[in-house]
């Protein structure tokens, strides 16, 4: 990283939303409002599950491309299962991204009535430990999003578990990204300028040098996060609700220095959703005309040219 232009977010203990929820409240508050993303420390994920979905991921990725492709399915909006690489673009971008990604969402019972806007997961059948870590890890990054929320709801004034109800059986999406090596004179970029779309995500694997977030003042600032940390940040629709008061800030994957040109990079985002039929309506009660998360998802995987 370049010295002078990392951003200053000092890591967060996540235990502090029990033992001291008003410190955790600032705090969070404090680096959100500055910059949109805040470094958690001490979240409670076992490191064996990070690793052993680590593992999975990447034997995964590792497979021929044919057989990847058997998990890619046309018309789902890439929301189960694999999206190839040279798909995503970002919003407004000409060029796609240097990646491939699974993604895996939320178990619904039968006869649930989500269903119908959220579909089942897909599972490799090659590799045996992919279902059991992946929906673990989803699991374990589901709670630790909910922790974070009880403390955002308290830095706006709210109670503690506003959030519990508009993200119960929320349309929440773990994603595993595949970065592979860099080879030739690819774009400046391995992932684009762009915003979440979702309420927060939660990002393991950031410590793989690459990650930015664009300041207030338009410079570009690296995100350093210790080994063992997640990076979390404000996406679109918890700006929305917010007023602004909560910015989802542009960020953005550049490609590694010439030393680290060869190795793949690897990262978890988990990004937590809403419920499909939540409305989004601004907390002050003006501004933009409400919608439900179901029809903002819609409209903005539309802009990303994932549907």
């Known amino acids: 990283m370049t010295p002078g232009t990392t951003a200053d977010i000092a890591p967060i203990p996540l235990s502090l939303v029990e033992t001291d929820p008003a410190a955790a409240a600032a705090a969070f508050g404090d680096a959100f409002g500055r910059t949109g993303f805040a470094v958690v420390s001490d979240h409670g994920i076992d490191a064996a599950l990070i690793d052993r979905a680590l593992a999975a991921t990447k034997a995964f990725f590792a497979l021929p491309e044919p057989v990847k492709r058997r998990y890619h399915i046309p018309g789902g909006g890439g929301q189960r299962g694999l999206t190839p ?19 895996m969402g939320r178990d619904l019972p039968p006869g649930d009535p989500l269903r119908a806007t959220m579909p089942d ?16 890890l989803f699991a374990a990054l589901d709670t630790a999003g909910g922790r974070v929320l009880r403390a955002i709801a308290l ?10 109800g508009p993200t119960h059986d ?12 860099v080879t030739g004179t690819p774009a400046a970029v391995r992932a684009g300028a762009h915003e979440d779309i979702n309420v927060i995500t939660l990002l393991l694997g950031a410590d793989e040098a690459g990650l930015q977030l664009l300041d207030r003042t338009g410079v570009w600032r690296d995100i350093e996060a210790p080994a063992g940390t997640l990076v979390c940040n404000i996406g679109d629709m918890l700006d929305r609700l917010t007023g602004g008061a909560l910015p989802s800030t542009t960020h953005r994957v550049v490609n590694p220095a010439p030393e680290r040109a060869r190795v793949a990079r690897y990262s978890t985002p988990f990004f937590l959703h809403f419920r499909p039929d939540y409305l989004i309506e601004p907390l002050g009660g003006e501004g933009v005309e409400p919608i439900t998360a179901d029809a903002f998802l819609r409209q903005r995987l539309r802009e990303i040219g994932l549907i």
């Open 121 to 136: 997961n897909v599972w490799p059948s090659e590799v045996p430990d992919f279902h059991p870590a992946v929906a673990a």
């Open 170 to 181: 929320g349309n929440s999406i773990l994603r595993l990204l595949h970065y592979p090596p």
């Open 155 to 164: 830095h706006l004034g709210l109670a503690a578990d506003f959030f519990e």
């Open 85 to 103: 690489f040279g798909i995503e673009t970002a919003k407004g971008a000409s060029a796609s991204d240097l990646k491939e990604f699974w993604h």
